[in-house]
């Protein structure tokens, strides 16, 4: 048996930290000075701002992966009824890409999602009423803090699961295990069955490749949560010293008696001293610190995830280090993609369980996230055609520039361009031999 181990406090962050909200809505996230008053920190809480990284680095990391339709393919038994499943997943309507994309999120930023296959206790008397009610199998998301506990056997797989989420209200407790069910709430809503999946139907969908039993794991974006975290209070402290010190103070030769000292009245000192009235300004030093200590944790978030190579934190690097850090993200979103890959087939898995009936299921994710330069590749293009070779190389090169420069054409037209390119080359052959 093993119970979750990861303290709330840290979900919490992450979810504050990808939403903007809690601590960092009310303040409380800010950590107040050394014998700071508590009017004071009030204040600070008041005007505090939220510059938010942790949900764009997260969506950087999911994005990508469904920005084209996954490749689908099934057969079998169970078609007819899988049919109905992707196109309402978790009986609100929601598409298998969009439900995907859903679980992709949370498991990136949890650093695992559960998905839970669940089915119909009163199913309908004959295929009919099954399809015309969507009486079939439904999947639902289970959040790794929801989580109390779980069992393994040696092989690391799931043997017995069990979870608490909010229902109509009211706390629900169910477990799973590889022969039974049980809901465990009120007296009117408790129950117990045995669902003959000979497995626990329930798919883990993980952010990174993980080892066998190791059911929660630590979020790889929890280091980020935490530097925004810091960036959060730096600029509530950097926000307090333009606000107290960034105006000019008058300093004057007079006698000035219980003086509270603000960029709105004056400073006096001694009118027999030489000097003469001026304006005086605090060191700008704090403020260029904290500024600094800012921009460094930002490049360390995009470093952390992988994206150094974004516009903003893009330094003088050579082609290869360049290559080299697009190279990293397009691997961790490949990776991720197989994750989702893994996680779908598996659901099919069970649904075909659920129904008894056959289904063969076969999905592929894109696997190339690599970043276009549109202006370098055409560049590349033009260069190629100056060497004027000619003949299928001149084509190919051709084929490349269309693939750079319109491929958001719907597919009929795109395929319509190519095979002009090929006419126009065959044409230009032809005319060449006639001479």
Known sequence: ????????????????????????????????????????????????????????????????????????????????????????????????????????????????????????????????????????????????????????DKYGRLISFTYTQQQDGKEVKKTWTDVIWKIESDKESSGEGIHNLGRVPVIPLYSRLMNPGEILPMSDFYSIARANLRIYNLCSELDEILRNQAFSVLAYPGDVKELMLSTENALGFNPESSHTPSFITPPADPAKLLMEQTDRLVKEIYRMAMLTHVTGVQEQKSGVAKAWDFEQTNTALADFAINCEGAEIEMASVFSLWVKQDLEYQCKYSDDYSIQDVEKELQEVALALDLQIGGMFDVEVKKKAVAVYLQDIPTEDYDAVIEDIASTNQDESMSSGDE
């Open 1 to 152: 048996m093993a119970n979750n181990q990861i303290k709330k406090e840290v979900y919490d962050l992450l979810i504050h930290g990808y939403y903007g909200t809690g601590g960092f809505a009310d303040g409380s996230y800010l950590v107040p000075h050394v014998r700071e008053e508590t009017d004071k920190l009030e204040k600070r809480k008041q005007i505090a701002y939220y510059l938010n990284y942790v949900r764009p680095v997260v969506n950087s990391h999911v994005d990508p992966i469904f920005k084209t339709e996954p490749q689908r393919e099934w057969n079998g038994g169970a078609s007819n009824l899988w049919d109905l499943f992707i196109k309402d997943v978790d009986l609100n309507g929601t598409d298998l890409t969009r439900f995907m994309k859903r679980a992709g999120l949370i498991a990136k930023l949890f650093g695992v999602c559960f998905i839970v296959m669940d089915n119909f206790t009163d199913q309908p008397i004959n295929m009919a009423q099954v399809i015309k009610e969507r009486k079939c199998p439904y999947a639902t998301i289970v959040l790794p803090q929801e989580v109390t506990e779980y069992k393994t």
